[in-house]
Structure formats: structure tokens, C-alpha cells
């Protein structure tokens, strides 16, 4: 599976958007890019994945670069309540293949 | 609503002891899998399934027993517990093999080891 490279921490202000950079310069054709957060404490949450085309539902959008080796999470407007680790994840469709979870991103939202 | 459920959220055990944590998912998910988190370091697999009365072995599966009797059920033993095996134990679930569809983890159990 392919690797991914995030910065250890970013922060952004209260309302403002969050946008958290994800990079996977060797991703193969057929492999998916999965966002999940983990609150302190709780188990990891589910957030979006897409394959190419750019992704959004009612927690974030994703976009995803043409050539497919990089790609962003935004949330539109943070709250306190988004301070959490987040995790990019690549990986080929079907769930035998491991999820397997880097250091992530720490995102504090200041208020 | 349910989802993954883990039980119990807390336990502390003496090294030696043995216990079962549990994991049942209402969602009729295939996969179900367990992983560990340590400070400091990202999620582990240590065992998963594909289906009812189907295991394998992920990264770390030392010290752990799985089994597979029901789509709903997967439970991790602890035979003989360690101090290493003091850790956050996160169960998943999802659908089957060859969809992207994602994974959904349960909340957690906190396990000490003295």
C-alpha cells in the first residue's frame, strides 16, 4: 500500500476553514484515499475517501490532485469540537487490505 | 443506532489473568478487526476476519486469540495478560471485501495490566 506523508501539526481559528495537506506521491491506480480523525480518547472516526474526483459530504470535502500524489481535507468551518488528529490513509478497495494509520496530523482549533 | 460496540470501556487485570474483551457490530459487516494503540504510536492490527468462522493474524498478533462464530461477534482473549499488553484496544467493522466502503470503530477499551 502506498505511504503517506502529513505535517505533524497545523491550527486554524474558530469558524475559519481548516485545510490539512496530504501527500502520496506513489499511489497506484486503483488505490482509494481515506481521511479519518481521532478525537482524544474515542476511537477513530470516519471522515470521507475518494479515488479521483473530488469528494464532499456533510463533515468535509476532499480534493484530490489531477496526477493523484497529493490531496487536501477541508472543513469548511472548524470548530472547537475538530481539534484531533487526523489521518490520511491510501489504500486499495476491499477491507482485507490493512488500514494502516501514520503519526496523522494534529489540528488545534483555537477559538 | 448502535454501530460497533465494544465492552467493557475499562479493566484492569494482574499480570497472568486472562479476560475476553468484546466486540459486536448491527451492521452485518464481513470484516471485522481488532487493533491496539499505544502512546505515541498509530493504530496496530493484531487479528481480523473476513466472515464468520474466518481469522488471520495482523501485525502483532502475539498473546491474542480471535475467533469467528457469528457474522455480529469477533472477541480478543487475553490467555495469559502482560504488562506489554497494557493498551487502548479499538475494534472495526465494514463491509465486504471488495468495496471501499470505510471501516467503523467502536469506542474503545482501556486495559491495565499490574
Redesign the interface.
Known amino acids: 500500500d502506498a505511504k503517506t506523508t502529513q505535517p505533524p501539526s497545523m491550527d486554524c481559528a474558530e469558524g475559519r476553514a481548516a485545510n490539512l495537506p496530504c501527500n502520496h506521491s506513489t499511489i497506484s491506480g486503483n488505490e482509494y484515499v481515506y481521511w479519518y480523525r481521532q478525537i482524544h480518547s474515542q476511537g477513530p472516526q470516519y471522515i470521507i475517501h475518494g479515488l479521483k474526483n473530488n469528494e464532499t459530504n456533510e463533515m468535509a470535502s476532499l480534493i484530490i490532485t489531477e496526477d493523484r500524489k497529493s490531496s487536501t481535507l477541508i472543513l469548511p468551518h472548524a470548530t472547537l469540537r475538530d481539534t484531533a488528529v487526523y489521518y490520511c490513509i491510501v489504500k486499495p478497495p476491499g477491507a482485507n487490505s490493512k488500514l494502516t494509520f501514520g503519526k496523522g496530523i494534529t489540528l488545534s482549533v483555537r477559538p | 443506532n448502535a454501530g ?1 460496540t465494544q465492552t467493557p470501556k475499562f479493566q484492569v487485570l494482574k499480570t497472568g489473568q486472562s479476560m475476553t474483551l468484546q466486540c459486536a457490530q448491527d451492521m452485518n459487516h ?2 471485522m ?1 481488532w487493533y491496539r494503540q499505544d502512546p505515541g504510536m ?2 496496530r ?1 493484531i487479528h481480523y476476519s ?1 466472515g464468520a468462522g474466518i481469522t488471520d493474524q ?2 502483532v498478533p502475539n498473546g491474542y486469540n480471535v475467533s469467528r462464530s457469528t457474522t455480529e461477534d469477533f472477541p480478543l482473549r487475553l490467555l495469559s495478560a502482560a504488562p506489554s499488553q497494557t493498551s487502548v484496544y ?1 475494534c ?1 467493522s ?7 466502503q ?7 477499551t482501556r486495559l491495565s495490566i499490574l
Do not use: I, K, T
Open positions: 460497533v464481513e470484516y478487526s498509530g493504530l492490527l473476513v495482523g501485525e479499538f472495526a465494514s463491509r465486504a471485501l471488495w468495496d471501499n470505510p471501516q467503523h470503530f467502536g469506542d474503545g
